[in-house]
Structures are given as C-alpha cells and as structure tokens.
C-alpha cells in the first residue's frame, strides 16, 4: 500500500535516499523525462497538450527526525534534531538509526528518581540519549556512527473511522497523492517535483524552481491540525474531515488571491469540500519557489495531520480522497486553459 | 519645487496592502503614464516603469504595499478574527478603525484581560456592525486584508498620516518621474509589491531589470523625539543617506558619491546608520552577480503606526537628491 | 609568505563587513604569485583563478573563506565628542567593556570604551551586563575638533595584535575568518606543486557575518560544479558540550549533514585517510553558519563542502588557532582536488 511504504521509509531532511528510491520506482514508468538534480531533488515530466502557462506540482519527501552526534563511553548514543520537533515528544519513544535501521530508545530518568519540581520541567535534548543495548563506546561504533540520521518506530495503522497514523505523514502524503496523479493523469502536460530539505529551510526548492521556471505551482503538504473541543474557532488552523485545506498566508508566502479563488471556486462548482488553513505560522516550498527568477504563482493544498512532527501523527483518508478529487480536477480546468 | 498635497495624499488614502496591490498599481500608472516610454506589470504584481536613455541602467525602487490585517475567521456573530500582513503591533492597532477594500469599515477591540501586556492579534477581533455571521459573510470573505482607514493632515512642516511607509517613497519615485525630461542614464522605475512581508517583489523585479546600479527610496526612523534609542536621523535636518540597515550595507563608493551629489548641489542631507529594519536594497543588491545599491531614506517618526510623521522639506530634498543623482555620471 | 606573516597582515587589518577592500592590498599581491587571474568583483570578493590542467570539460572547485570580520560602526557623536556605536556582525558586548579602539576616519584614531567606576554602582547593576546603547567611545577630542576627522559610518576595530602562544597555536582578532583565507593560500601553494584537473576558483568573501551576501553573488557568478565552504569551528573549552566541538589541533572538522553532499563528503574522507591527514566530524542538521549556505541554493543548486578550523573564543578579539590545523585544513583541500576529474564528477555527484 503506497502511503503505507511511504510513511515507513527513512528519509529525514538531508538522507532522502531510500524515499527517493522508492519514488522513482513508482513514478518511472509513468513520466516522459525523469532526472535528479544535484541537490537530490526528484524532476518528472509528463508531456501533454501545449500550455501557456508551464505548471509544476511539488512535495517534499523529507521529514523531521534526528541525527547522531556522539557515542559515549556507555555506548549510549547523543543526537541533535533535525527540523522542528517539539523535543517533549522524544521522551520514552522507540527509535531506528541509520541505513541499518538499528533499533533504539529514547529513554528517562525514573519518576521514583525524580524530584516533584523535576516534573515541571521538559526535558531537554541533553538530557536525553539512545540506548541499543551495547556496554561501551567500541560495541556501539560497530553498530552506528556520528551522523546517523534517526526516525521515530512508528508503523502506518489504519483505525477508528478511516483514520491512518503514521509518522512523517508530512510530507509522505503530498508524496503520494502526486504520485498517484502521475499515475492516472494522460495528457495533461506539467512537471512533478519532489524536493528534499523543506524542514530544514525550504532548501531543494529554490533550485528547482531555478530549473523549472513554473508559471504556475501547486505545493502539496501535510499540514497542522489542531481541532481540539473548548478551543476559540480562529485558534483551529484547520479540521480533520472538512476536506483540503487551501493556504491564505503563511511565513513566507502570501498566495496570489486570484489563484486561490479560482481554486476554492472549482471546489464549490464540483462540490467537493474544503476549508482554509487559518493559521499564518509554518511555511513550505511555495516560499522560495515563487520568489525565485522573475516570479511566479502558487498555490498551497494541504491534507490536515494531527500530531504533525510527531510519531503519531493522524490523518483521515476521506480528506486524502477529497484532496485527490480536487487536484485532479483542477489538472482538468488547466488542461482546458481555464487555470 | 512646491510639495504636492493633493499627490501625498491620494498615494497614502488609497488602498494597497501587500498581495493586494492592484488599486494603487492602477493609480500610480495613471500618475507616470505621460512620462516614461515604457510601462509593465510582472508575475508577482510589480510595476515596472523606464524611462530610456543611455549611460548606466538604474533600478530606482519604492514599495507601493501596506502593512495590513488579513481575515481568517467570521465567528457566528459576526466578528471578524484575523492575522497580521506586515508587522503590525497590537498597541497601535488597539482601537483603531480599519477599512476593507469594498469600503467597508470595522473597528478593533480586544477581549476582556486583566493585563494589558497580555495584548495580542489572537486575542483581538474586527466589529463590522453586523448582526451575524450571514450578514458578515455578505460583506467580507475569509482572505479579505483590511488596511488602517484614511486619515490624512498636514501643516506648513509636517505631514502626519497612516502609510508614509512607502507611499512618500512612491511620491518621491513620481515626482523625480516627472522631473527628469532626458534621462542621462536608463532608468527603470519599479513600484514593488510585497516588500512589507519579506521583500518579495524587488527580489523577483531585480532579477528581470538586472540593473547596473539600485537606488531605493524608504522612510527610516528618527531619533529626535523623547527618550529616543540614539539615532542620528531627525526630521528637518535633510533627506538621509543610507550607511546601513540590516538588509544591506550600501556601496560604499556609491554612497560617497551619493554624499557629493548632495554637497554639490546644496542638499540638506544627514547620515543614517539603521540598527533594525530592511528594505528593497537589501534584496536588489544580492541579486545574480551582485548589484551596487543605496538608498535614500525619508526620516520618519513613528514607523507602522497610524500617525506617521515626516517632514515637507526632507521629502522635497529627497526628491531634489535623488533626480540629481539619476541625472549624474555614476563610476564607482 | 610565510603563511604567520600573511595572517599577521590580515588580522592587524581591520576589515570590517562592508570595509573589506582594505585587504585588497594584502591578498592580491600574495596570489599574484600564483596566477595572474584575479578579479574584484561588483560587491568586492576578491576571486583568483588557478587553472587546471586538461581539463576538457571545464569543470569548476569553488573555494570560499570570508575576509570580513565583525566590529563596531560610529553612529552618532554626542556634544561632549564622545562617540555612540552600533555592532556589525554578532557582537557579544561583555567582550568589548574596557576595551582600546581604533575608529577608523580620515585617520586612524585611538579610544577606549568607557566603563563605570565600581565604586559607583549599585548592587544589582554590578551582576547585569551592560548593552551596547548604553557604551560610549572617547577618542580625546571635542565635537568640533571630529568633525573633519570622522563621521557617521565609520567603522572601528578593537585594537589588538596578532600574537604567538606556545607551540602552534596563535592569538589574534578575527582568525574567523582569516584563518580560512589563509588555509586557501596555503593551498594555492600545495596546488602549485601538484597536478589537478579542475579550474579552481580562491574566493575571499565579503559580509559573510551580516548575512553571508559576498558567497550568494560570488556563486552566481561562478558557478562551479562544487563549491567548499572554509570556516572555523568551535575549539574545545572545559564549559562546552564535546557534541558542540572540535579538538584543538586535531585536524579540520568535515561537516556531515543536509548542507553537505554526501558523495563529495564520503571521497573528502577517504581523501583525509589516504593521506594522513587528521580531520574530525561536525554535525549540522540543516543549512550552516558559513557561505556554504549560500553556495548550496545558488542557481539550480551546488553540491557543497564545508571544512571548519578549530578556533576558540570565537568573536572576541583574543581568538586562537593551532597553525596545524590550518596547514592540514589546506592540504586535505589540495589532494581533495587533485582527485576530481572530468571521469569521475558524474560519479560522485550523482545520488
């Protein structure tokens, strides 16, 4: 199942390989031209009918995680993190390092150790350390070294009423939705890119866009959500089961509102639902893409994801199918020339 | 030169906040149409205007944006929830009356706190005067952006207005449009979009006009009033050089010649070392192989605020320096 | 030059961001013994080209180590002739209490950064340290006398010699980044005895500390096929964590992380092995403090290296540095070269 091999790959910002792979296995006999480029940025195209507007769609295939940066005389291992993670969620949470996906844990100090104030406290990274089992520091280099990237456990589960949690569900789920389209679309001309470094700084997507030279771009992500009850309605960035949520402003962009119209409205006429990330925090690719050259348009259409950055994050696979419904329907008002 | 009211403010009084540009693109094109020989609108929304001659290509660039506040929730009766486009700071905007594009007008209040240094966007809401959520939704959409509502006075020193940033840049841009008859240098005059959330539209422009030379046009702050941080700029002491601010450190040939431009031609001017704050130099001047770039700066007290002050003569000097510095032979 | 005198000359050069052109004079002369290609370009990088040899498919090695060092800028001068000042750069400001200056006007002007007596403070005020606003400088003149010797903009350098310790290690203001600058000449001069394929470019960046501007334009224009970053590292203390640092005089740190490419990483250290060369890891998740984080999103993206130099006390004027680390930093750079051909980029480029 594709999101499912998705989630589970390793490709924290930096180390995308295995993601890419599986990628270009999926994508390569679906497109017209295939390349890397030399920051491991995915470019495909698909040929189609003649456009005046080129159109790039584009996600990012890293995610947020950690990376080794000593192995103590214990053979307990030290790491940093890479992208945003809250560092209270790391406590207590199984971990795989490297290319060999050695399993670990992020382990604590006992609560029957600790003082009452202690408790008050988050723990902080340097407090924290990764056990895989080895007595000293010559055991543990056998097994991992310095600059070992770390993802979170965490397998795909489907429960409850079509929810999926997975890690990494931003951005593997942009990933899979654009692979899906590269795959059902025919004759439709436009570029498919997938970026690394996004969480890092929106690295791989300013030369890309330098490449590319898009008109038009579409950004799929995964995006915050934070549909708790009690909470004011303006503090909810966006709601699971309400459909695609379609970005006003965020950091680094504020979306071309014709664009953004166009595309509520094809929404509303195909009657498919959606809502608006209400929230102006985070940012994503759209930021260096669309200041990139001599400009250009964009758009950002995210999956909600609870829990984002975090291993358990969750999403609803209606809001994936809704997506889906809408992104291919806006291919079909591009192709008519009405984007 | 006589300074024109009735230019300042129409520039300030019309709407533009940034991503939402077009009203002020068309008044200013309306403005320059008689007097340049080109005139075009890129991707991202600039204006670019030149005014053809040989000699060196000089990007001269006023941002014609607003700080702003942007809708991203009606409540069920029909309050307004928003983010901020700029930097806005919720003190000033305490209370203030906004206005949307469709002339609507709102005012904004907080909701009850203890503290007020608990002040904050989230915590503060627009009042259209409606009744619910309908009628709302009648009036405004989720996206729409809201600028601070128009409120214009002058005396014979001082202008006091909301959106002096850069609007008085813009004025500054017209009036050396229209003052230069035959250009010495080729001269591209780009009203920029987007300079207030990051300086978006000068990055994308300076690409295309890929300038010889950037010259771009501001306020700065001042340090003449109470208690002020130290400061160097003050209000009628002259149209200000740039030294620095944090986007950019000018070229220093450039703003020596700058300095003798306005000695030579007896030009009030002072220098301005800015400890915060960028502008579009500080996106022209990295642009492709790098561009030598300055800016002339139009002291201003009380930047992003809605009584904005600067002073009539500083803004006539600015003007002076900067068509005398179009009309120079730049080598550096 | 020996290369204690070349940074003897660098860092008793005040070269402020923004000033750097006052290195010109130093810099230029000692590549000029090495090839004739040297070129300042729009923003003032200074860019000297050593050709390679057969190289059919012109392929580019971009050097970067950033000439401009942090400091101080006049910004106002009060009735009585004292002066007020801002940072360029990040300045810690308990580093330059009680310090000597030198403002840098018409002439070179000798001051001293005020401070309180101790007698007159209060007890709370003597635990609080003392902002930037709040320091003046005074250079012994009055208002009027200043006028035609400085003005605002003006940069102004603390004085301070370069200075030997024991052994290798040196003590001088801004070894970051000159000890960069003087690892590339070290290189150029290793290169001048060995063979490589690949047009290299030594390219001595400005404003790296406001914003590492000099490495956006200067990659621009290049454009090479890899682009190195030379920088310093943080040298061990006993207060800082052994993650955060490098060792004193065991070779350059090779960077590991998302700024780095990891083919070009890989060969750098088999590079380092093969020869001897003592090097040792620096993690950095994402884009780094140095020009490799220009050089990387530059045009359609450079695959890039970042060595870093063991330097401690950085951004304070008494920074040390171990002349080892600085011959070896050049040396693992030069035989680094010398293995990239036309016949095996692809190769270690490609994911």
Not at chain 2, 167 to 195: M, S
Not at chain 3, 108 to 131: M, T, Y
Not at chain 3, 304 to 312: E, G, H, K, M, V
Request: negative net charge; contains cysteine.
């Amino acid at each position: 199942m594709l999101l499912k091999k998705l989630t589970e790959a390793s490709g924290v910002s930096g180390n995308e390989k295995e993601v890419r792979n599986i990628i270009l296995d999926e994508i390569q006999d679906f497109v017209d031209d295939i390349k890397v480029d030399r920051l491991g940025n995915i470019i495909a195209y698909k040929k189609g009918k003649d456009n005046p507007k080129k159109l790039m769609i584009t996600a990012h295939m890293d995610e947020v995680g950690l990376m080794i940066t000593d192995i103590d005389d214990m053979g307990l291992l030290k790491f940093t993190t890479v992208g945003g993670i809250d560092k209270r969620i790391l406590v207590s949470k199984p971990v795989l390092i490297g290319d060999n996906k050695v399993l670990g844990v992020i382990g604590a100090k006992p609560i029957h150790l600790q003082k009452r104030e202690e408790w008050q406290n988050a723990l902080e990274i340097e407090q924290l350390y990764i056990d895989i089992g080895v007595n000293n520091k010559t055991e543990g280099e056998k097994l991992v070294s310095i600059g070992d990237y770390v993802i979170f456990n965490s397998q795909y589960v489907e429960f409850g009423d079509k929810l999926v949690k997975a890690k990494a569900l931003d951005n593997r789920v942009g990933c899979s939705l654009l692979i899906e389209l590269i795959k059902e679309i025919e004759d439709i001309g436009f570029y498919g890119v997938f970026t690394v470094m996004e969480e890092v700084g929106l690295v791989g997507a300013g030369p890309v866009a330098y490449t590319v030279e898009p008109d038009l771009s579409i950004i799929l992500e995964g995006t915050l959500c934070y549909d708790i009850p009690k909470l004011d309605s303006h503090l909810i960035p966006t709601h699971l089961n309400k459909g695609p949520a379609i970005s006003l402003m965020d950091r680094t962009t504020l979306f071309d509102m014709e664009f953004r119209k166009r595309i509520t409205k094809i929404a509303e006429e195909n009657h498919i639902p959606y809502q608006y990330r209400k929230s102006s925090m985070g940012g994503n690719d759209s930021g260096k893409i669309h200041t990139t050259k001599e400009g250009s348009v964009t758009a950002t259409i995210s999956v909600p994801c609870r829990n984002i950055h975090s291993p358990t994050s969750v999403m609803s696979k209606q809001d994936y199918e809704n997506t889906y419904k809408l992104l291919k329907t806006i291919l079909l008002e591009y192709e008519k020339g009405e984007l | 030169m006589k300074f024109n009211s009735q230019l300042m403010e129409e520039l300030v009084t019309t709407y533009g906040p940034s991503g939402n540009e077009d009203n002020i693109r068309i008044y200013i094109k309306e403005q320059i149409e008689g007097y340049v020989d080109k005139i075009e609108v890129d991707s991202l929304g600039n204006l670019i205007a030149r005014k053809k001659g040989n000699g060196k290509k000089i990007m001269i660039a006023a941002h014609m944006d607003q700080i702003g506040l942007m809708i991203t929730d009606i409540d069920k009766d029909g309050f307004l929830r928003f983010t901020n486009v700029g930097g806005i700071s919720p003190y000033i905007l305490m209370s203030q009356k906004v206005i949307f594009e469709n002339g609507r007008v709102g005012v904004v209040y907080v909701e009850p706190i203890e503290d007020i240094s608990k002040l904050k966007l989230s915590n503060m809401f627009i009042d259209i005067g409606v009744n619910n959520k309908e009628e709302a939704e009648n009036l405004v959409n989720i996206g729409d952006i809201c600028i601070y509502k128009p409120d214009y006075s002058e005396n014979d020193n001082v202008i006091h207005t909301r959106y002096l940033d850069d609007r008085v840049g813009c004025y500054v841009a017209i009036e050396a449009i229209k003052g230069i008859k035959n250009p010495k240098n080729d001269l591209y005059f780009v009203f920029t979009v987007q300079e207030e959330v990051g300086l978006r539209g000068a990055k994308t422009s300076a690409f295309k006009v890929e300038p010889d030379i950037g010259i771009a046009i501001d306020v700065t702050g001042s340090g003449d009033t109470p208690k002020a941080k130290t400061f160097a700029v003050g209000l009628n002491k002259g149209t200000a050089i740039k030294i620095k601010d944090n986007s950019i450190i000018t070229h220093p040939k450039l703003r020596e010649h700058m300095v003798n431009i306005a000695r030579n031609n007896d030009i009030p001017y002072q220098m301005e070392v800015l400890e915060y704050g960028g502008t579009d130099s500080g996106a022209i001047h990295l642009t492709k192989e790098g561009v030598p770039t300055g800016a002339i700066s139009i002291p201003t007290r009380y930047v992003h605020s809605t009584i904005e002050t600067a002073s009539k003569k500083d803004i006539l000097d600015s003007v002076k320096l900067l068509i005398k510095l179009l009309e120079s032979d730049i080598q550096l | 030059m020996d290369i204690k005198e070349l940074l003897e000359a660098l860092c008793n050069t005040n070269s402020i961001s923004g000033d750097e052109y006052r290195l010109e004079e130093i810099i230029m002369p000692v590549f000029k013994e090495f090839t004739d290609d040297i070129v300042v370009d729009k923003l003032g990088n200074i860019i000297a080209l050593k050709k390679g040899y057969n190289n059919k498919g012109n392929i580019k090695v971009m050097l970067a180590a950033h000439m401009d060092e942090i400091g101080l800028m006049v910004k106002h001068i009060e009735e009585n002739g004292f002066i007020r000042f801002t940072s360029i750069g990040g300045i810690d400001p308990r580093t330059i209490l009680g310090q000597e200056v030198i403002v840098h006007g018409k002439e070179n002007l000798f001051g001293v950064i005020g401070s309180k007596p101790p007698h007159l403070q209060e007890k709370d005020e003597i635990d609080r340290a003392i902002k930037i606003e709040d320091m003046t400088i005074d250079v012994g003149f009055t208002k009027e006398q200043l006028m035609n010797l400085i003005t605002i903009g003006d940069t102004i350098s603390i004085r301070r010699d370069f200075k030997t310790l024991q052994g290798n290690r040196i003590t001088a203001r801004a070894l970051d980044d000159k000890a960069g600058v003087a690892a590339m000449y070290e290189c150029i001069k290793e290169l001048s005895r060995l063979q490589h394929e690949p047009d290299v470019y030594f390219v001595s960046t400005v404003q790296e500390e406001v914003g590492v501007r000099g490495a956006f334009t200067s990659a621009y224009g290049i454009n090479p096929h890899i682009g190195i970053a030379i920088d310093v590292g943080f040298g061990a203390t006993p207060e800082l964590s052994k993650t955060d640092t490098l060792e004193m005089g065991k070779g350059p740190g090779i960077t590991i992380g998302g700024n780095i490419h990891p083919g070009l990483r890989k060969k750098l250290v088999d590079v380092a092995k093969d020869y001897n060369i003592p090097f040792q890891y620096e993690i950095a998740p994402g884009p780094t403090g140095t020009d490799g984080r220009a050089i990387q999103i530059t045009r359609e993206g450079i695959p890039t290296l970042c060595l870093s130099i063991p330097l401690r006390y950085m951004h304070t004027s008494v920074e040390v540095v171990d002349i080892l680390d600085i011959k070896n930093t050049a040396k693992l750079l030069a035989f680094f070269i010398t293995t990239i051909t036309n016949t095996n980029l692809e190769g270690l480029l490609c994911y």
